[in-house]
């Protein structure tokens, strides 16, 4: 009996959540400052931090695991921390390499923790001006984001969201996996509003300069190609 409530109570409090959550826009609220952080970041990401990734990342280049799956997660991380009002720069760079030793698509706990000696390297190398504590914290959370439940702090809170937002548009939204509420938000939206909210990322992109369309479709081309069975491509 003491389950059959535990079960009503839970299903109305999630019920509530994804009202609350579904409730708010989909869409990133247009200001200019956010549109202009956006952009800021998206081109930095794409034209700075991925072309650097590359070069020590294990990933291969499209595919379910693959660097743009990675450059995906850098475009919500980007949201969920304009969400949060936190830093944006170190959740890129954890979103950015938060996958690096990747070498498959298999089920695997430990790329995670894999990944700790390249993102110290390449922090070291290529960002030595973000304080030691940030590093400290990026590192933390990229090791931690295979397994992680209770995010430290914002930036592992806006990486494992990131990181999991597909697993709740493919597996189904699941609360007790999201830290934020962008994150529950994003992950809780219908198919259709998960159309809304890609053709809205695709269109800012392109609005900005920062990819054409054509790159874009290519890009979707290439990972249905390498990965024709899995990867969702809208
Ligand atoms: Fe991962
Ligand atoms: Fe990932």
Redesign the pocket.
């Known amino acids: 009996m003491a389950k059959f409530f535990r079960n009503i109570f839970r299903k109305n409090v999630l019920t509530q959540v994804q009202k609350m959550h579904t409730d708010a826009p989909i869409v990133i609220e247009s200001t200019s400052k956010n549109d202009t952080t956006r952009a800021i970041y998206a081109r930095k990401f794409v034209y700075e931090i991925l072309p650097l990734l590359e070069q020590v990342s294990n990933q291969s280049r499209y595919g379910y ?1 693959g660097l743009t ?1 990675t450059e995906q ?1 850098a475009m919500f991380g980007i949201d969920l921390a304009i969400a949060a009002e936190t830093d944006v720069l170190p959740v890129v760079l954890a979103c950015g390499l ?2 690096c030793a990747r070498k498959h698509d298999k089920y695997d706990e430990l790329h995670g923790p894999a990944c700790e000696p390249i993102a110290r390297k390449f922090l070291a190398e290529h960002y030595p001006n973000v304080p030691q504590p940030t590093v400290e914290k990026i590192v933390q959370a990229v090791k931690n984001h295979t397994t992680g439940r209770q995010a430290p702090d914002m930036i592992s809170a806006c990486l494992w969201d990131a ?1 999991r937002i597909r697993l709740g548009w493919e597996y189904g939204y699941r609360p007790q996996f999201m830290s934020t509420p962008r994150g529950h938000q994003l992950a809780s939206l219908s198919p259709q509003d998960q159309n809304t909210y890609i053709a809205d990322q695709e269109n800012f992109l392109v609005r900005h300069h920062i990819k054409t369309r054509e790159q874009i479709e290519f890009e979707k081309a290439c990972n249905m190609a390498q990965n024709a069975t899995k990867f969702k491509v809208r």
């Open positions: 695991h799956h997660v938060h996958d990181d």
